[in-house]
């Protein structure tokens, strides 16, 4: 090879490799599917190198920002901590809201059905008796608000008791749970009369006394007040009959009663204020004889 | 006094939400029963009559049935003072089991002569066996409590001194 031809040969092989190069440019430069081995094989080599070291970066990012913004998070963590503080007192409190506005739309509903047999006032309790003989509240209102002795309280679910004594701002009253509760009450679907009172050895309960022994009293039937003895009026509902007993002297009988008023968890009581007319004007015919008929003390079996 | 009102008012707003078999704690027992077990007879006595006194004013119901009944119970708890080692924890709660049966069939029975008339058998087993039982475990409790806190306050007397 003569030195002429020696000096073409590298200009002719960096023509040659710019041209491979130009035209593996623009094979390269469309869209790929398959990569070819040299190409994959480097990037799946690499490939684990890339991720450990990606992942120390941004975890070494996320460590410095944390300690460069510590004080600042702290401080929201802070505020944000308040925040659902804040947030859970308010939603206890819309809790109670939601459960006080039950309470007194069943109230305000009673009230409405009764509009015309009885005018009532609304009363907290605030207080039970401390002692485990005597079964008696304390209601918020006294004298000042209306409030007399013997007053009918009730509550959509039924009778709670009378009002046995009046300051000017609290009104205590004896629950017909207790012993010297007693009052007047009947069978509603037959028209047995009975006196109710405590019951000493159901606790909890009502009993219903000198029933004669062969009274058509049985278990599921709704107690209601009689309106004898001038302080409760006729038809509020007391309970329904769980169980039938005989009287130890073998003559007579007494019929235990589930309360419908849970005395537990009375938290507003609603105080019959005057009695109207009685329930003959609110619900027309409910002092005839019979069953079915709707009474104020709301029976559950009639919607009321 | 103070420890004894309040008691009076937890027994008419909390306590009646943590009833068992039916009735509630009555704490002016559980506190009257440690007291005089701590203190003796006399101010057993003293302290359960200012205990009663204060209940029968608030319960404004047969005045003076509460006082009498609580003073007798401090009195004969206050009694055990001398005999009953203090560092005995389960003392207090067989003596206020005890006590709580004591005041309640007394209770029963100065009712019944002031006109209080609660069936005699009902009354001990649904009102006085359940609170006995009741009371009793409170005053277990209560006391073992008192008992801590006291040995932990002597020392870190000592500590400090």
Known sequence: MGPYRRKLITPLILILAALSIYFIMRWTALERGRLSILEG???????????????????????????????RLQAENQALKQEIAALKAANIQLEEYRQENNRLRNLLKFTEVNR??????????????????????????????????????????????????????????????????ALGGMIQVNRTPGIVE??????????????????????????????????????????????????????????IIEPSVDFDRLEE???????KGGIEDAVPGAGASGAGRTYPGGNPATGL | MLLGLAGLILEATLLPAFKMAGVKADL??????????????????????IYGLLEDFYLAKFLGLNALTRMATGYLVGLSKDWLNHDNLLGPGILTFLATIGQGFLFLLVGHLAGFKYPWLAGMLTVVLPMA??????????????????AWGTRKRKTGS
């Open chain 1, 41 to 71: 094989g480097l990037r799946d080599a690499l490939a684990p190198a890339e991720r450990g070291i990606t992942l120390v970066v941004n975890k070494t990012e996320g460590w410095l920002a944390a300690i460069k913004n510590y004080s």
């Open chain 1, 116 to 181: 015309n047999a009885f005018d009532f006032t609304v009363a907290p309790v605030i207080g039970r008796n401390p002692s485990n003989w005597y079964h008696t509240l304390t209601l918020g209102l006294g004298s000042r608000a209306g409030l007399q002795k013997d007053q009918v309280v009730v509550t959509s679910q039924g009778v709670v008791g009378r009002i046995v004594a009046v300051t000017p701002r609290t009104a205590e009253v004896l629950l017909i749970l207790d012993r010297e509760g």
């Open chain 1, 198 to 255: 405590g019951s000493p050895d159901y606790r909890g309960y009502l009993q219903m006394i000198h029933i004669a022994r062969d009274a058509p009293v049985m278990e599921n039937q709704v107690v209601v007040t009689s309106g004898l003895g001038g302080i409760f009026p006729k038809g509020l509902l007391l309970g329904t009959v769980v169980k039938v007993l005989p009287e130890p002297d073998g003559l007579m009988k007494r019929a």
């Open chain 1, 269 to 275: 009581v609603l105080v019959i204020t005057r009695v």
């Open chain 2, 28 to 49: 002016l027992t559980v506190f009257l029963t440690i007291f005089a077990f701590l203190k003796g007879a006399p101010r057993g006595a003293a302290m359960g009559f």
């Open chain 2, 133 to 150: 039982f009741y009371n009793g475990s409170l005053a277990l409790l209560g006391y073992s409590l008192y008992q801590g806190g006291a």
